[in-house]
């Protein structure tokens, strides 16, 4: 059975001061799929992304075929405040997302449980980005959009981010990530690639 | 959607109480009103009546402090972002922040403002300036809200800052010094010119505030 299509990007130009830092870009995503923008840097990856989610003007046609409100979205910023513990952060979020989602199992997932009571500023780079990923599982968002999800991650950590991107394709949901970086963590038979130059 | 209220103003509460920068606000109109009994002397001080205007120039320069932290962390942080981009209300968050900002640099001020002016003037009937930086203060806060949205694109934001709100502060501090000023005045004008103001203050500039917020995010 072909799966549902969720989203048709057709022809996607974005300017920047006068700039084209992309043109003519189309691809379609199915329930379940994986596309993965590869480009160098400065070449508008994240562009592409905030366009997606409606955050920058564009020309061409982006047709979400599912509601949009709820985006999952991880960026380079992470919206984290030092002084608040990670326990503290989950416990908001959770509750900005009316989240029924059990907290304890992405806790244990990212075995967030070692720093939980610390606060925030006092966490390493790799432990902040986990943390961004159990807000987005908080959400329940069918889409999620990641920009560079893997950067600054030791290998093991890589591992995680691949396995939760898998359990949501899994789910039916749908994931665009930018990287530059090697994707052989993510081999799911619904991948495509599209490069911006 | 009113859970989601509280838990965006309870965080903003504990991270106003948390940073300096709240704190700062009130210590500065303390700091600023010591000057004033200092350099005219506490004699002078009472024969000119200089205590209110006093008064109300330290209430607009500590709100002023504190404005551009209103959306300056958020924004920087990617906070603003997740907020607008995961469909969370853009008028929920901007209530919530003029409210926090005018818990820590508003209120505070409207309570204390009595009390100074007992101790450098003698002046026991302080009820009109209670009331009209009650007022006031939530007006210096509602047209500083967009004021403050409007800035974050800008580096040099601090001066820039005071030199735009300045003006739009001028009326609030025109009716405010005049209403402080009456006392035993059935019919205080100022206090409902002041009262009109924030009662259009209200609708208008949220609405503008989230407008702005919008594009500077985009």
């Not at chain 1, 952060?89 to 610390?118: E, G």
């Not at chain 2, 209220?5 to 903003?12: E, S, V």
Request: proline share 3%.
């Amino acid at each position: 059975m072909k799966n549902k299509l969720i989203l048709s990007v057709e022809k996607l130009q974005c300017k920047r001061n006068n700039f084209i830092l992309f043109n003519c870009i189309s691809f379609k995503v199915f329930e379940g799929g994986l596309v993965i923008i590869k480009g160098n840097n400065g070449t508008g990856k994240t562009s592409l992304l905030h366009s997606l989610c409606g955050l920058v003007s564009f020309e061409g046609k982006v047709n979400w075929k599912i509601e949009k409100k709820k985006i999952g979205y991880l960026g380079h910023h992470m919206g984290l405040k030092d002084y608040e513990t990670a326990e503290e952060f989950i416990a908001f979020w959770k509750k900005i997302y009316n989240s029924k989602v059990n907290s304890d199992k992405i806790i244990k997932f990212f075995s967030l449980d070692k720093f939980l009571y610390k606060p925030i500023g006092a966490l390493s780079f790799g432990q902040k980005k986990k943390l961004s990923f159990a807000r987005l599982l908080l959400l329940e968002s069918k889409i999620w959009l990641l920009d560079e999800p893997f950067s600054g991650m030791d290998n093991k950590n890589k591992k995680l981010i691949a396995d939760a991107i898998k359990r949501h394709i899994n789910k039916k949901g749908i994931t665009i990530l930018s990287t530059h970086d090697q994707t052989k963590l993510l081999n799911i038979h619904t991948k495509q690639e599209v490069r911006i130059v | 959607m009113f859970k989601v209220f509280i838990a965006i103003l309870q965080k903003d509460l504990r991270e106003n109480f948390l940073s300096n920068k709240a704190w700062f606000s009130i210590s500065f109109f303390m700091l600023s009103l010591l000057i004033f009994p200092l350099s005219f002397g506490k004699g002078n001080l009472e024969e000119q009546n200089i205590i209110i205007p006093a008064i109300w120039i330290a209430a607009l320069f500590s709100n002023l402090i504190a404005l551009e932290q209103m959306y300056k962390d958020d924004f920087k942080d990617g906070t603003l972002l997740y907020y607008s981009i995961n469909g969370i209300s853009m008028s929920i968050i901007v209530v919530a922040k003029c409210i926090s900002h005018w818990l820590f640099c508003g209120l505070p001020i409207a309570i204390i403002a009595p009390i100074c002016s007992y101790i450098f003037s003698g002046e026991s009937n302080n009820f009109y300036l209670f009331l009209t930086l009650f007022l006031g203060t939530a007006i210096l806060t509602l047209i500083g809200s967009p004021i403050s949205a409007i800035m974050l694109g800008i580096s040099a934001r601090g001066p820039m800052l005071t030199f735009i709100t300045l003006p739009f502060y001028l009326p609030t501090i025109i009716f405010g010094v005049m209403g402080s000023n009456v006392t035993n005045n059935n019919i205080n004008a100022e206090i409902y010119l002041l009262l009109a103001i924030l009662s259009l203050g209200i609708v208008i500039f949220p609405i503008l505030t989230i407008k702005i917020l919008r594009t500077v995010i985009n």
